[in-house]
């Protein structure tokens, strides 16, 4: 039901914005989140918004260089990532939750992941 986007290859020091579109209505009042995993690794938390987007939390490596935001007219949550480093590769999954924020397992709804490739 989520569905991930923006994606790809990119240098670094380059930026991306990734989108997450999920279907009308079905994740109002819920928390979005970004998580990404990087192979060999845990999925790791990466940031999160609450429904009106007026908090967010960040993981220490996101802060400062991603931005969390969402339109819930169009019913996207996006994240903007600048100053990409190749630390930065991984796939990304936007994720729904009642109880989310920081922790992978509050979130019931995963997309299925977009790649982001950072070359030095």
């Known amino acids: 039901q989520l569905v991930e986007s923006g994606g790809g290859l990119v240098q670094a020091g380059g930026s991306l914005r990734l989108s997450c579109a999920a279907p009308?209505?079905?994740?109002?009042?819920?928390?979005m989140g970004w998580f990404r995993q990087a192979p060999g690794k845990e999925r790791e938390f990466v940031a999160a918004s609450n429904w009106l987007g007026s908090i967010t939390s960040y993981a220490d490596s996101a802060k400062g260089r991603f931005t969390i935001s969402r339109d819930n007219a169009k019913n996207t949550v996006y994240l903007q990532m600048i100053r990409l480093a190749p630390e930065d590769t991984a796939v990304y999954y936007c994720a729904a939750g009642k109880n989310g924020w920081t922790q992978r397992y509050g979130y019931d709804y995963w997309g299925q992941g977009t790649q982001v490739t950072v070359s030095s």
């Open positions: 009308s209505g079905t994740f109002n009042h819920y928390i």
